[in-house]
């Protein structure tokens, strides 16, 4: 088992109660890992509790990257909720810790 932040990296956005976060492989041996680790279930469970709402998982093969839109995951949105982090950028941050079953090259 590895931590996702050692085959990947990740981005995020926002737009109102909306969040995206982008998941892209350091190398594209690992996209096929991703694809098949990296769901739109596992991810809702891995915030069990933050994300009320859907994910859905857009696939980028070409950039060997995932993208998961995740509605009413920011607490009510940016404008209207007093949570830390308004614009929900831990959450990529937090994405990172899932555990995926792979080995990195030596």
């Not at 926002?14 to 969040?19: A, F, L, R, V, Y």
């Not at 998982?57 to 830390?84: C, D, H, I, K, Q």
Request: glycine share 8%.
């Amino acid at each position: 088992m590895v931590k996702l932040r050692e085959i990947a990296h990740s981005r995020t956005g926002d737009k109102g109660n909306t969040s995206n976060i982008s998941v892209i492989a350091y190398d594209e041996k690992y996209y096929p890992l991703l694809l098949e680790q990296v769901t739109s279930a596992r991810v809702k469970a891995h915030f069990a509790g933050v994300i009320e709402g859907e994910v859905v998982r857009y696939e980028l093969p070409n950039l060997a990257a995932l993208n998961f839109v995740m509605t009413a995951a920011l607490g009510g949105g940016v404008t209207r909720s007093l949570a830390l982090d308004a614009h929900g950028k831990s959450l990529s941050s937090a994405l990172l810790e899932l555990e995926v079953d792979g080995k990195l090259d030596s």
